[in-house]
């Protein structure tokens, strides 16, 4: 995925489903972690009836060098987790709440690979544009109970 959105090539949007690697890649990582815990505070019992939705989560931020810091060290060198960066998660309440769909997605951009320093992004607009912005989307379900048990 790096290499196709550096020399500009490859789908503007991707989705991802259950059972692919990168869904498995960010199933463990931090910012998926605080949703699911906060979406199981939300709903403590054993059906879910509530969303949680916007759960942002910020790769780097340059106000907190520390932070930032530990956040890229977390990621390590999963290529999902360094190229999705910074990312919102969605959690809703499916099969009359027996279940969860987990939703992750993104937008790379020029911007966001130079850890917002740039303010400089653009679209791809003549399918070939290095560094455009594309979009990316994780999509998985899991079991409440056992995702809340986890959690």
């Given amino acids: 995925m790096t290499l196709q959105w550096m020399l500009g090539r490859g789908p503007v949007h991707r989705s991802f489903g259950d059972g692919s690697v990168h869904v498995r890649n960010l199933r463990q990582s931090s910012g998926v972690i ?3 815990q906060a979406f199981c505070s939300k709903n403590p019992g054993e059906r879910a009836d509530q969303e949680y939705v916007n759960h942002g ?3 780097v ?3 907190h060098p520390i ?10 060198p999963n290529p999902t987790r360094q190229f999705i960066g910074s990312y919102v998660v969605d959690i809703y309440p499916v099969q009359e709440g027996l279940s969860v769909l987990i939703h992750v997605y993104n937008s790379t951009s020029f911007n966001s690979a130079f850890f917002h320093a740039t303010g400089y992004d653009w679209e791809r607009e003549n399918g070939i544009d290095p560094m455009s912005n594309v979009g990316q989307s994780y999509k998985w379900t899991e079991s409440k ?6 959690a």
């Fill in 61 to 63: 931020m340059p106000a």
């Fill in 145 to 150: 109970e056992e995702l809340c048990a986890s």
């Fill in 57 to 59: 989560y910020t790769f």
């Fill in 67 to 76: 932070r930032s810091a530990r956040r890229f060290w977390n990621a390590g």
């Fill in 34 to 36: 605080d949703a699911v």
